[in-house]
């Protein structure tokens, strides 16, 4: 703090009866902290603290645009409500079960992805290219795609099927069909940004560490268990966290692939947050639907946090 | 050029620019038309105004591929209370919605003391549905019900009548299919994904059987009558009348498999006989329309459909646009888009116009049917009802639910939104 310090020496004759703002222009240490905090926080209140306030107050509002009343307190409810619709639970355990799912899949998938990206090739940029393409790829379009895949009669799954004698199924008839169809793709989609992140980590652990190895006669199934896993623990974390928080929004690929059918059977919160509140326009109902989403994302990224802590 | 000159020069252009904008006075309507009802022929209607009325200027914008997605388009463009758009088309079903959320502005004020007149001209359902508390909220563009397509064809080979019944159906199409010996010919297509169109094919036979869903704005649904419902198009899929994967069968999927002569019998909305008398299409002068076979002694029911014209509570040109929405909704406009587009008119002396019975001459014998025609329930949260009867359906055509738990879901939830 040299500058804040010397212009204290260049202004100190200055008279007792100073205005307030003069403060500013001659900061304490502590006055210079809130001021450099400040755009950082106001940004932040704008646009993640005032937005979330708002949805927590609507919750508690009968506040629905097709009513043709305006907007009443309503207390509790919007949740006691939502504690007796069955389609909350029945979509709310389609997002666990999606995110119990999908998470260890895409996790497995991508570490082998990523084993298989820094094995030691001549010309690396194809592997890398193929490994961005599906992370690239908006999930709206990978929706799309693998719908038209698992299409009961035009599909290619189905037709590689029979001609390999197996009959079909109709995928998106069944809902435990239309469950695995979704999670494969949502597998195929999410393990490359697994695998990015994790092969950023697996360039960071030193070669040495595996010639030493080597030296003491471990084999390489012992090598992957007792150096590479451990030393990737921060990064398989990360990638952790990230993964866990998108699927418990999953919204795009049941969206696009199945409209959540048949029936609601593979309908997710997101999706019904969404058909509440732009389908139905009742807001304070999926207000409050959206701050149950808000609370189970702010405690899975809280046993996250506290799991990368204790490792220290 | 100096500074000086400059200046004068540019404020004086600028002056002459806002007096020849006064003189004309452009104004630009934005009109939002959904893109399966052939915007392209609608464009020449607009047209025809703007040659009127040299002083408007109609843009047209389509979107969306179905009635949820266009009406999800424009909630989110009503929510965030647009300027952009100044009229919309809207299915039958949402103008009461639309109006309940004061997003249309009513038709009144500019019909003057000759409202209750003015929609007299209309169909009765027509007038009804774009009423809500004795404020007109739109005005009908054209309209529309289901029929049961067949092939002509087929059926005069094998000597079969079209069926006046859904029994005498499953009958003709089981003949019809073992007959022919071609696996991918379907007796029976309908809709049983989850879109509007399935709240359609639970409602026909639910209405055939003399029930109503809403009665004085209160709920009155019949379970047992809803089971047979539900019973009737499952055991379609069981019998193999219709095809098992029928659940993924949307509205445009029927049309395309009965135009590639895949189908027997069709239950559809109007639009489709335009398109099976295209080129592309492989029935072409094989196809019959008839109105829609009953329950066993029950009455022929067919589900209102039908477009209207709105106009946006945020638009900058409301009395304008009113203007050009009463040009659209005339008996002359209706004449024209039934002669290039095939849309059924919302006025009954059109239908029997020389000119629409010579290009559409099916169109005399629709006439009955649209009269007939019930309408879906009229609530501001039909979206919901909606949607609870089309993944009902969906649920039981796809065999997850059987149709009791369909029926008994369906009216838990229902009361629950209309209480």
């Known amino acids: 703090m040299a500058t804040a310090s010397e212009t204290t020496l260049v202004r100190a004759p200055s008279e007792s009866g100073t205005k307030w703002w003069t403060r500013f222009l001659d900061p304490s240490e502590r006055t210079l902290a809130v001021l450099l905090l ?91 290219l193929s490994l961005l393409i599906p992370w690239a790829l908006p999930l709206s379009f990978a929706g799309l795609i693998f719908a038209w ?36 793709t949502i597998i195929w989609k999410t393990s490359s940004f697994m695998a990015l992140i994790i092969l950023a980590g697996l360039q960071t652990i030193p070669r040495s560490l595996y010639e030493a190895a080597e030296v003491d006669g471990a084999g390489r199934f012992r090598q992957f268990f007792e150096i590479t896993l451990p030393l990737l623990k921060p990064s398989i974390v990360v990638a952790l966290i990230f993964r866990t928080i998108t699927a418990l929004q999953t919204f795009d690929i049941p969206y696009t692939m199945t409209r959540g059918g048949p029936g609601t059977s593979t309908a997710t919160l997101a999706m019904y947050i969404h058909q509440n509140t732009v389908d139905f326009l009742d807001l304070g109902y999926g207000s409050a639907l959206a701050v149950v989403m808000f609370a189970l994302s702010m405690g899975v990224t809280a046993v996250y946090l506290r799991m990368i802590r204790a490792k220290g | 050029m100096n500074f000086k000159t400059t200046t004068t020069l540019l404020l004086a252009g600028a002056a002459f620019g806002l007096t020849a904008s006064a003189a004309t006075a452009q104004t630009n309507l934005r009109v939002f038309v959904s893109s399966q009802h052939r915007p392209d022929v609608w464009r020449k209607a607009f047209d025809m105004y703007e040659a009127k009325n040299a002083n408007v200027k109609v843009t047209i914008e389509t979107g969306g591929n179905t009635s949820e997605q266009q009406a999800q388009y424009l909630n989110t ?51 009804e549905a774009n009423t809500v508390d004795g404020k007109i909220v739109a005005l009908p563009a054209f309209a529309d019900a289901m029929f049961l397509y067949y092939r002509k064809d087929l059926l005069e080979k094998h000597g079969i009548q079209p069926p006046q019944t859904w029994d005498q159906l499953a009958a003709a199409a089981k003949k019809i299919t073992e007959a022919e010996k071609d696996p991918n010919l379907q007796g029976l297509s309908f809709q049983g994904r989850a879109i509007e169109g399935a709240v359609c094919t639970f409602l026909l036979p639910y209405w055939s059987m003399g029930k109503q869903l809403v009665s004085d704005g209160k709920l009155s649904f019949d379970k047992e009558t809803a089971v047979k419902s539900l019973k009737l198009w499952k055991d379609f899929v069981d019998q193999g009348v219709a095809k098992k994967n029928i659940a993924e ?51 022929s029911a067919s589900c209102l459909g039908g477009w209207e014209w709105g106009v946006s509570a945020y638009s900058n ?103």
């Not at chain 1, 508690?60 to 069955?86: H, I, R």
């Not at chain 2, 796809?398 to 229902?414: I, K, N, Y």
Request: net charge neutral; charged share 15%.
């Open chain 2, 249 to 299: 069968v949307a509205t445009d999927d029927t049309r395309k498999e009965f135009q590639a002569g895949n189908v027997v019998f069709a239950v559809n909305w109007s639009y489709a006989w335009g398109q099976f008398q295209g080129a592309e299409s492989a029935v072409k002068d094989k196809v019959g329309v008839v109105k829609l076979p009953a329950v066993q002694g029950g009455q």
């Open chain 1, 38 to 128: 400040m755009p950082a926080a106001l940004l932040l209140t704008l646009i993640i603290v005032y937005p979330v306030c708002r949805l927590i107050w609507t919750s508690f509002q009968n506040l629905s645009l097709t009513s043709g009343v305006p907007a009443s307190f309503a207390g509790l409810e919007n949740y006691a409500l939502m504690l007796e619709d069955p389609v909350f639970w029945e979509t709310t355990w389609n997002t666990v079960l999606i995110t119990l799912i999908t998470v260890p899949g895409a996790l497995l998938v991508g570490l082998g992805l990523a084993l298989m990206a820094n094995l030691p090739f001549n010309v690396k940029w194809p592997v890398r």
């Open chain 2, 77 to 127: 463009v009503m929510t965030a209370k647009d300027t952009s758009l100044d009229v919309m088309i809207l299915d039958v079903i949402r103008p009461a919605q639309y109006a309940a959320a004061g997003w249309t502005v009513p038709f009144n004020e500019v019909l003057g003391n000759d409202a209750a007149n003015y929609m007299k001209r209309y169909l009765p359902a027509y007038a």
């Open chain 1, 149 to 184: 895949f698992f299409h009961s009669e035009y599909g290619v799954v189905n037709d590689v099927l029979r001609r390999l004698g197996i009959e079909g199924v109709i995928w998106f008839n069944s809902a435990n069909w239309a469950f695995a169809a979704i999670c494969l």
């Open chain 2, 317 to 419: 040109n409301k009395t304008e646009a009113q203007k050009f929405v009463q040009f659209l909704s005339s008996p002359e406009v209706s004449e024209f888009m039934a002669i290039n587009a095939a849309l059924l008119p919302q006025f009954p002396e059109v239908y029997t116009d020389a000119d629409v019975t010579k290009a559409v001459p099916w169109f005399a014998s629709a006439r009955p049917v649209v009269e007939t025609a019930k309408a879906r329930p009229v609530t501001p949260r039909y979206n919901e009802v909606s949607e609870i009867i089309r993944t009902t359906v969906n649920a039981v055509l796809a065999g997850q639910q059987t149709p009791e738990e369909g029926a008994t879901q369906m009216e838990g939830r229902l009361r629950r939104v209309l209480r």
